[in-house]
């Protein structure tokens, strides 16, 4: 659980739950999901991603990776969404979206694990190479800010990668991100050939981590008509008005623009 030694004052004085997100943020959408779920209570720090409100000190000492979303409780930090979201359900049980038996239970596990390492190659690459690069690309200032304080080696090469002046996420890139996704939802809709929800017949913490995405590969314009049984659950999970609240209504008001998947 990666919880933040933080040297924020302002996230130390935080009292209940805070959360730093972003609007079109597949990760955040995923913590304001369960909380929509859980019907908790939470106070919104909204980060404008496009005007760069991560790259800055005082957010960077909050989530020393400058990534949203982050989440406060009672003045301890949080981050990595799926830990979120074990967080979240560890602390506040009911109602429950792990309670199922423990083969299942390592399996939800198995789901949310894959969501967080797979975001960065797969994810985050597609959306970077299709659409992101452009929408949030950083000035020359921005960049040697970014590159200052960003510490993460992981995400200082992927920043550089499409962010540098002249260089750019190329096709392989793409297409190698593309074939990790592709074995992910390969398992996914055989899953769910015989069930509504990802594990089980249970609406789980696995949905609730995998529905946003799915909105987010779309709109990048991922094909997802090969896998018919997603595309179903995908109905599924999005008809369900906590989705609406927690993603599809910030994309809809967010200051990007329209989308087709909004
Ligand atoms: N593994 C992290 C990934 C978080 C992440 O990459 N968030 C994106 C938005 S979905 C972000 O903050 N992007 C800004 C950046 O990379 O500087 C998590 O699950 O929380």
Redesign the pocket.
Known sequence: MPIVETSSSIAKNLEGLHLYH?D????????RLLLEEKQLPWTSHH?N?KKKE??TEEYFAI?P??????LVHDGVVI??????LAHLEEKFPEPGFRDVPDDEQAEIDWWLKT??DI??PG??TL?YYHRVAKI?KKDPDEYAR?QSL?KDPE?KA??AKHGAPGSSLTEEDAAAAKELMDGVFAKMEKNLETSDWIVGNTYSLADISWGPTYT?LTIGGFDFSVYPNITAWYERISSRPQFDTAFLKWIRESEWGHDKAS
């Open positions: 972003s079109r943020s597949n990760c955040s959408a995923r913590v980060i991603l991560n790259v989530n990776k400058g990534l949203v979303p982050a981050t990595e969404s799926n830990d979120i969501s967080g975001h960065l994810i985050k959306q949030l970014y960003q995400l992927f920043h987010t």
